[in-house]
């Protein structure tokens, strides 16, 4: 969870998102890629790319991401 924290933050300072529709971005994307994951064999690797587009971050904070899954 410190991760989503910190992304949260990011969102919040370089985005100027509040903190809620920041944490409704996040935690939105994080359930959608652990449905896909567990439900329906997903791949890690299109959702770190989907990360990274979506939120622009570098890939490093998806690893905690997905450490969160497996």
């Known amino acids: 969870m410190v991760v989503m924290k910190e992304t ?3 969102l919040m300072s370089r985005d100027g998102l509040s903190q809620a529709e920041a944490v409704h971005q ?3 994307f994080f359930k959608m890629m652990e449905a ?3 439900e ?3 791949s890690p690797s ?3 790319n989907e990360f990274v587009r979506e939120f622009g971050l570098e ?3 998806f690893e905690d991401f997905i ?3 497996v």
Do not use: A, F, S, T
Request: glycine share 10%; aromatic share 10%.
């Open 67 to 69: 450490l969160r899954i």
């Open 36 to 38: 896909d994951i567990k």
């Open 46 to 48: 299109e959702w770190e």
């Open 26 to 28: 996040v935690v939105g």
């Open 59 to 61: 890939p490093d904070y």
């Open 40 to 42: 329906h064999e997903g």
């Open 8 to 10: 949260v933050k990011v």
